[in-house]
T-cell receptor, first 113, second 113 residues
Framework: QKEVEQDPGPLSVPEGAIVSLNCTYSNSAFQYFMWYRQYSRKGPELLMYTYSSGNKEDGRFTAQVDKSSKYISLFIRDSQPSDSATYLCAMLTAGGGADGLTFGKGTHLIIQP | NAGVTQTPKFQVLKTGQSMTLQCAQDMNHNSMYWYRQDPGMGLRLIYYSASEGTTDKGEVPNGYNVSRLNKREFSLRLESAAPSQTSVYFC????????????FGQGTRLTVV
């Protein structure tokens, strides 16, 4: 079993819908939880990060972490065609790891106009 | 501010040929990474350099070598290319091992025929 599991999709929703993207993980030492967005033929870029449990909001995006369930989510409100991309979750232990972030495989999201 | 620059952007190799993928960052980051990204497989770590002067194997190092030339540059070498190495290669850097944000290059699309 991989340390981080993420449904690869594709997930296709109509414009304006609320989107929920999720990851589960097995390593209880993870303390930092990130969401990266990757547009087609581009490198991933950091979208949001959360430390430990709780919610964090940035405009139309909300990141949620439930450490008791080892489950993280990214919600996108009023989704736009420009949100169409692959979303990768990533995690890091408190002290960091020499080998960098642990990534999920990414979910391919399609917002239909 | 260029960030992370990878060269070349595209390359076609014949089986058995060798080549070096170049990566340079201008953010004074200590840690650098090489990933490959294949459909359905997500980002897989090939090699990493936690700090200048150190390099270590990641998840899929076979068939590759790396050089941390200086703090800015981290190159990836394919000594004898195989069709299984057809992939998109990403270089990334972070301020340090505990940093949450990784900055990615634009990627190199490599085809081995």
């Amino acid at each position: 079993q991989k340390e981080v599991e993420q449904d690869p999709g594709p997930l296709s929703v109509p414009e304006g819908a609320i989107v929920s993207l999720n990851c589960t993980y097995s390593n209880s030492a993870f303390q930092y939880f990130m969401w990266y967005r990757q547009y087609s033929r581009k490198g991933p870029e950091l979208l949001m990060y959360t430390y430990s449990s709780g919610n964090k909001e940035d405009g139309r995006f909300t990141a949620q972490v439930d450490k008791s369930s080892k489950y993280i989510s990214l919600f996108i409100r009023d989704s736009q065609p420009s949100d169409s991309a692959t979303y990768l979750c990533a995690m890091l232990t408190a002290g960091g790891g020499a080998d960098g972030l642990t990534f999920g495989k990414g979910t391919h999201l399609i917002i239909q106009p | 501010n260029a960030g992370v620059t990878q060269t070349p952007k595209f390359q076609v190799l014949k089986t058995g040929q060798s080549m070096t993928l170049q990566c340079a960052q201008d953010m004074n980051h200590n840690s650098m990474y090489w990933y490959r990204q294949d459909p359905g497989m997500g980002l897989r770590l090939i090699y990493y350099s936690a700090s200048e002067g150190t390099t270590d194997k990641g998840e899929v190092p076979n068939g590759y070598n790396v050089s941390r030339l200086n703090k800015r540059e981290f190159s990836l070498r394919l000594e004898s290319a195989a069709p299984s190495q057809t992939s998109v290669y990403f270089c990334a850097s972070k301020l340090g091992t505990a940093a949450t944000e990784a900055f990615f290059g634009q990627g190199t699309r490599l085809t081995v025929v």
